[in-house]
């Protein structure tokens, strides 16, 4: 059974930075892309960075220049460095994994990030 495991959600001020970890267990493969998604309320989820085997990463522009995706992918583990964070920015962000060629993604149960004003 696959798990993905977020962690270091929180509250931080208008301009702060937090650090995100995802990290997958339960599996005995490498997984092949590793994504981070966020969720606002009455908002739909959307794709924040999402990095690939090889290190190919790839931003939204709402967040290119002040989130940094990294991690080493073959361990299953990725991170999300978030700075000059702004109020926008609040949502439930979720990890998600999945191989070349397959059109399911794996989640993680989300880690909340609030960004005051």
């Known amino acids: 059974q696959v798990q993905l495991v977020e962690s270091g959600g929180g509250l931080v001020q208008a301009g702060g930075s937090l650090r995100l970890s995802c990290a997958a267990s339960?599996?005995?493969?490498?997984?092949?892309?590793m994504s981070w998604y966020r969720q606002a309320p009455g908002k739909q989820r959307e794709v924040v960075a999402t990095?690939?085997?090889?290190?190919?990463?790839q931003y939204s522009d709402f967040v290119r220049g002040r989130f940094t995706i990294s991690g080493d992918i073959g361990k299953n583990t990725i991170y999300l460095q978030m700075n000059d964070l702004k109020p926008e920015d609040t949502a439930v962000y979720y990890c998600?994994?999945?191989?070349?060629?397959?059109?399911?993604?794996?989640w993680g149960q989300g880690t909340q990030v609030t960004v005051s004003s």
């Open positions: 998600a994994a999945t191989l070349f060629g397959r059109d399911r993604y794996d």
């Open positions: 339960g599996i005995s493969f490498s997984f092949n892309i």
């Open positions: 990095i690939t085997t090889g290190g190919y990463t």
